[in-house]
């Protein structure tokens, strides 16, 4: 792992997303809760929220964080179709967040295909990426539109 020792413990912040693309029959399913396994949308949130917190243990060389607030949220987007997943995760430490966010966002998008697999094999996940992070030594990073 980097040595972050000499680091000053700062706010830092990281914003990601991605998105499962499905038929339209599938998504109207999920939206009326429908799915045999149950509510996509709060599995979703809250698997990606448990992988958020277990990061250090999945990323080989992630430091393990103290994390002071994780928000996962799971959108129904009728142009994709499908779903789109946002994570905002941040930290009062010596490292930044952005594999955190990446990664719940990651586990929530596997969470939403596991539980409707059975009716639409065909699903993507899609554009999982970095949008925002502030602050550390490298300051604020917006990804372009």
């Known amino acids: 792992m980097v040595d972050v020792s000499e680091k000053p413990a700062t706010e830092r912040e990281a914003l990601a997303e991605g998105s499962v693309l499905m038929q339209p029959a599938t998504l109207a399913l999920v939206r009326r809760g429908d799915s045999?396994?149950?509510?996509?949308?709060?599995?979703?949130?809250?698997?990606?929220?448990?992988?958020?917190?277990?990061?250090?243990?999945?990323?080989?060389?992630?430091?393990?964080?103290?994390?002071?607030?994780?928000?996962?949220?799971?959108?129904?987007?009728?142009k994709l179709p499908g779903l789109k997943v946002t994570?905002?995760?941040?930290?009062?430490?010596?490292?930044?967040?952005?594999?955190?966010?990446?990664?719940a966002v990651a586990v929530a998008c596997l969470t939403i295909y596991d539980m409707v697999k059975a009716v639409d094999r065909g699903m993507r996940i899609d554009g999982i990426r970095l949008m925002q992070k502030r602050g550390g030594r490298s300051g604020h990073y917006r990804a372009e539109e």
Not at 56 to 68: E, F, K, M, N, V
Not at 87 to 98: F, I, L, M
């Open 36 to 78: 045999k396994k149950g509510d996509v949308f709060s599995a979703a949130r809250i698997a990606g929220i448990m992988a958020a917190k277990r990061t250090h243990q999945l990323i080989p060389l992630c430091h393990p964080l103290a994390l002071s607030q994780i928000e996962v949220e799971v959108l129904a987007d009728t």
């Open 87 to 103: 994570a905002r995760v941040k930290v009062a430490g010596q490292t930044g967040v952005e594999m955190e966010a990446l990664t």
